[in-house]
């Protein structure tokens, strides 16, 4: 009978076994491996030639716990079918590698336990938390609130309790007022405004500056469309639902979409049932489908990127920009709202 032998465990280098073989200090190791320090080049290039051949690599969240910093920041983001959201997740995403940190996303989707999200960040001691485009319940905001005094920054939604998060928004006030110019220009006398979430209008203020423009010209918003949420088949039921309910000649010429998504959905259904043009249509955001040429959706993009980079220089270096730098969005003109 043959005894089995064990194959030896491999043990893992170590920055003391790279500083030996390279003839260098510990603290210099740990510098060659932290963006930002400077080595002189000679030595980062044979401390990183010893090192991949040793095979060791630095455990940063153990040296970022030394410093009471783990370089992570969570982004608490809801709505993930929405394709704008997903394009401000992957720009945050991207920007914070580029400093070095790390992303820890946070699905905080409504009627998820959120205490538990909130907690296993607060467990991993984020840096801050992002949260995208959010409603923000006063009871995720207590638990975000409670922990170990990190930043909070909201992006691209308002904040009812400005105390408790900071605020990184375009504004949406404007945006609306121009949304209205553009469509009184175009000499309709019929408006409407399709909502996602039914929350207050303070979230977004879009509506509440489209209101005031069309005011100001003796128009009113007609007719409020409720979809109940940011999803394409939402948009596409709702304005169904209207077409179905409401006669011809009682209907909207124009409609100010709260974003891209519901617009996608409202000119499908014009498309399907044979009302194409019928109703001018703008969105709010400037996703990528905006500009298919199926659509040419009229739109008005928040410069996300421009959003996220002050969003990120709040939570990274606690630093803040003039809201005249990032606060404008763009209005972007196709076709969807033009008389045919």
């Known amino acids: 009978m043959t005894k089995e032998t064990k194959t030896p465990k491999k043990t893992k280098a170590n920055a003391s076994a790279v500083a030996k073989l390279a003839g260098v200090s510990k603290w210099t190791v740990s510098r060659a491996f932290t963006p930002g320090t400077y080595v002189a080049p000679e030595t980062k290039e044979k401390v990183m030639k010893i090192a991949a051949e040793l095979g060791y690599r630095p455990n940063l969240l153990a040296r970022s716990l030394t410093k009471k910093n783990t370089h992570i920041i969570g982004i608490a983001i809801d709505e993930l079918k929405n394709p704008h959201s997903m394009q401000v997740l992957n720009a945050a995403t991207k920007a914070l590698q580029a400093r070095g940190y790390l992303a820890l996303v946070l699905n905080i ?91 207050e209008s303070s979230h977004l203020l879009r509506m509440d500056g489209y209101q005031t423009e069309l005011e100001a010209h003796n128009c009113k918003v007609d007719v409020l469309l409720i979809a109940g949420g940011y999803e394409r088949k ?23 979409c709260e974003n891209d998504i519901l617009a996608i959905g409202a ?74």
Not at 247 to 255: H, I, M, T
Request: hydrophobic share 40%.
């Open 109 to 199: 989707t409504a009627g998820e336990n959120y205490q538990s999200v909130i907690q296993m960040a607060d467990q991993l001691q984020v840096d801050g938390i992002l949260f995208v485009a959010n409603d923000l319940s006063n009871e995720l905001l207590d638990i975000a609130q409670s922990l170990h005094s990190v930043p909070l920054v909201q992006i691209c939604r308002n904040s009812e309790d400005h105390r408790k998060i900071e605020v990184v928004n375009v504004d949406g006030y404007q945006a609306g007022r121009e949304i209205a110019a553009l469509l009184l220009a175009q000499d309709y006398t019929r408006f409407g405004y399709m909502k996602g979430p039914d929350t």
């Open 234 to 256: 939402l948009g596409y039921q709702m304005m169904v639902d209207y077409l179905n309910s409401t006669p011809v000649d009682k209907r909207v010429d124009a409609l100010f």
């Open 267 to 340: 000119l499908e259904a014009l498309y399907e049932t044979g009302n194409f043009h019928s109703i001018a249509i703008v969105g709010f955001d400037g996703i990528e489908e905006a500009d298919s040429p199926v659509w040419a959706l009229t739109t008005y993009h928040q410069n996300a990127e421009t959003l996220i980079m002050e969003a990120i220089n709040r939570l990274t270096e606690n630093k803040s920009s003039p809201a005249s730098e990032w606060q404008r969005g763009e209005l972007i003109i196709r076709r969807s709202h033009l008389k045919q």
